[in-house]
């Protein structure tokens, strides 16, 4: 058995991945080079292996191979720096609502109560720009309390760090099969699937490659899986040819034994991948279960905490379902899955593999049956892969046209990377304009160090060659200028939905604002789009201060959640009336949950624009009916 110093001695190797001298190790350690001798003689004793190799001159180093052979199980993830330490905190504040027990968290990092203090006014330090959270200490205990919006926002922030271009890396992943090289048999995928021109959906590629080197390494480990979802239309289908051909190929070089159900599972993978395939219900103990239902159940709460729409990712949607069938079909048959990648997840990815624990143990309680920590991990992995998606969706594509030698490009982006890096991802670099590369690529923004002209439908800027302040400030002005256009898009789409003919009204005799208020209230109350409560709340929130504009109209809203459906009621006044400072012919009442921050925003971010132009507002008071409203509304503004 390994003491705790010894532990953590393997997991400063496995985090570092480089030569480490024993007078180092013995610094951060505390100890004397002596001891770090004998701990690394009895790490190797224990495990009856060279594990650690050592070099007079260079010092210790971790032969991760072998670390990985033995796999060994994994000391906890040990945050081995302040930075990482402080990291570590916030995370397991997030996670640990209860709060945190400091006696504890001493000993699952190995560092005494003064660090821990040093470390507690780092994590108040990087809190400081969270206006509304702050770090809560109680007895041995510490709490993270605030705003559960700013929550929310932290949350978010360091998912995006964990899973920002790394998550599902092909290179990666083939790191973990010692038994066969998956980059290999991912070529030969590509080429069989190429063969038959059956399309796989880009973003769902890495979750294939994922499970297909699962389903290998459990076949060279003779751990065979049957399926009831196997039938005649399914044997005869595209996607079982190309799975068998598939392991015919591969058969030529990996030593595994292929049987038909093995074969079905992959052509059902194939399905879902594609997007051809999508289950509609579960089948656990002669009961059927609802399987859109049940993801509503599970995956809400994680909607509602970080407010990520996930079931929106058709793609999420759509492999979590292949996966929870699968799930069944083990535990009917008494399968454990093994998951290499679980070590992995749990110290890269807390956050990410938090949510696999919530979806399983929300799933346990719905279908009254154990989901192990592999599952979970499983079930995390289509959440992180999902979120960096998301994620990765937020940025622009862009595409660098550098027309000189390695050395200037590499500068180029790197510039344009370091700066705009929340904002945009740089997808390829290419040393001249061609046109189908570029159409292939779609990016949103072309960024060229020499003129360019063509005929694509791509905003194009030019730059010089170092990216000096006048270039960034040409990018940041074509990113503003993208993000206007994404925003109108995504308005456009909204507003549609939000104002219902219903509730538009063209001319509406009214003689004051609580006339009009109450008119607009009692209709969305007769439809049973808002409850009993809604007018009150409207009417108060206007007696606190008016919500009429200079440009002759008025958002009156409600404070509170007293909305059954987000509608978006207008009216276009018969006469102007007065309305606080001002004259009001346009009233737009905002039947809107404060909970609805996403929408409470994007109308607002339309107002902020649309105020700044009297012209855009003028148009909408000659509107006569429904549609010319919106046409009005959604046109593109200059």
């Known amino acids: 058995m390994l003491n705790k110093r010894q532990e953590r001695i393997i997991s400063i190797f496995y985090e570092n991945k480089e030569w480490i001298t024993g007078k180092e190790l013995a610094r951060l350690l505390g100890v004397s080079d002596r001891t770090i001798r004998s701990d690394i003689d009895a790490i190797n004793k224990n495990f009856q292996e060279e594990l650690i190799q050592s070099n007079i001159r260079m010092g210790y180093f971790l032969n991760i191979d072998k670390y990985n052979q033995i796999y060994i199980e994994t000391p906890k993830d040990i945050p081995q720096t302040p930075a990482q330490r402080c990291t570590y905190l916030i995370q397991q504040l997030l996670i640990h609502e209860e709060g945190i027990n400091l006696t504890f968290l001493q000993e699952d990092i190995y560092v005494s109560g003064y660090s821990i203090e040093n470390d507690i006014k780092k994590v108040r330090k990087t809190l400081e720009k969270y206006s509304h959270l702050k770090l809560v200490r109680s007895k041995n205990y510490i709490y993270l309390k605030g705003d559960e919006i700013e929550k929310r926002k932290l949350y978010k922030e360091l998912l995006s760090n964990e899973t920002q271009g790394n998550f599902l890396n092909l290179n990666k992943l083939a790191m973990f099969y010692k038994d066969f090289d998956l980059v290999k048999a991912t070529d030969i995928l590509v080429n069989v699937l190429k063969n038959h021109q059956y399309v796989i959906k880009e973003t769902m590629f890495p979750m294939l490659i994922l499970h297909v080197g699962i389903s290998i390494e459990r076949m060279l480990n003779c751990q065979f899986y049957t399926t009831e979802r196997k039938n005649q239309a399914l044997l005869q289908s595209i996607e079982y040819k190309i799975a068998s051909e598939y392991f015919e190929r591969l058969m030529e070089f990996i030593p595994i034994e292929i049987h038909e159900d093995e074969i079905c599972l992959l052509a059902l993978l194939f399905s879902n991948k594609s997007g051809q395939y999508q289950p509609k219900h579960l089948f656990i103990d002669e009961n059927h279960i609802d399987i859109d239902e049940l993801l509503q159940n599970v995956v809400t709460p994680i909607e509602k905490k970080l407010h990520v729409q996930f079931h929106e990712d058709e793609d999420f949607m759509a492999g979590l379902k292949m996966h929870l069938q699968g799930l069944i079909e083990r535990y009917q048959q008494n399968i454990n899955a093994d998951n290499l990648f679980i070590?992995?997840?749990?110290?890269?990815?807390?956050?990410?593999?938090?949510?696999?624990?919530?979806?399983?143990?929300?799933?346990?309680?719905?279908?009254?049956?154990?989901?192990?920590?592999?599952?979970?991990?499983?079930?995390?992995?289509?959440?992180?892969?999902?979120?960096?998606?998301?994620?990765?969706?937020?940025?622009?594509?862009?595409?660098?046209?550098?027309?000189?030698?390695?050395?200037?490009?590499?500068?180029?982006?790197?510039?344009?990377?370091?700066?705009?890096?929340?904002?945009?991802?740089?997808?390829?670099?290419?040393?001249?304009?061609?046109?189908?590369?570029?159409?292939?690529?779609?990016?949103?923004?072309?960024?060229?160090?020499?003129?360019?002209?063509?005929?694509?439908?791509?905003?194009?800027?030019?730059?010089?060659m170092f990216i000096n302040n006048e270039d960034e400030s040409i990018i940041f002005q074509a990113l503003s200028k993208l993000e206007k256009k994404r925003f109108q898009i995504v308005f456009n789409q909204k507003i549609s939905q939000l104002i219902n003919p219903q509730y538009f009204y063209v001319d509406l005799d009214k003689r004051s604002s609580q006339e009009v208020i109450e008119y607009l209230c009692d209709e969305l109350y007769s439809g049973g789009v808002v409850n009993k409560f809604f007018k009150k709340g409207v009417l108060k929130r206007e007696e606190m201060s008016p919500t009429s504009f200079a440009y002759s109209f008025a958002t009156p809203h409600s404070f509170g959640d007293y909305v059954n459906t987000p509608t978006v009621s207008v009216a276009l006044l018969k006469n102007p009336i007065d309305w606080g400072s001002f004259k009001v012919k346009l009233v737009i009442l905002l039947a809107i949950n404060e909970g609805d921050h996403e929408v409470l925003k994007m109308f607002f971010d339309w107002l902020s624009q649309a105020i700044g132009e009297a012209g855009h507002f003028s148009d909408l008071l000659e509107s006569r009916d429904y549609n010319e409203f919106i046409c009005k509304i959604t046109k593109e503004k200059k």
Not at 360 to 369: F, Q, T, V, Y
Not at 410 to 420: D, M
Request: proline share 4%; aromatic share 8%.
């Open 343 to 464: 070590h992995d997840i749990k110290r890269n990815y807390p956050l990410v593999f938090e949510m696999g624990v919530s979806v399983g143990n929300a799933l346990e309680e719905c279908l009254n049956i154990h989901i192990n920590e592999s599952e979970m991990g499983f079930i995390a992995l289509h959440f992180g892969a999902a979120y960096e998606r998301l994620n990765r969706n937020s940025k622009f594509k862009v595409v660098m046209i550098i027309p000189y030698d390695q050395n200037f490009s590499t500068l180029g982006q790197k510039k344009v990377e370091s700066t705009f890096s929340e904002r945009l991802e740089i997808v390829e670099t290419l040393p001249l304009f061609e046109e189908a590369k570029v159409l292939a690529l779609n990016p949103d923004l072309l960024i060229t160090m020499t003129p360019l002209s063509h005929e694509l439908d791509i905003l194009t800027i030019q730059v010089s």
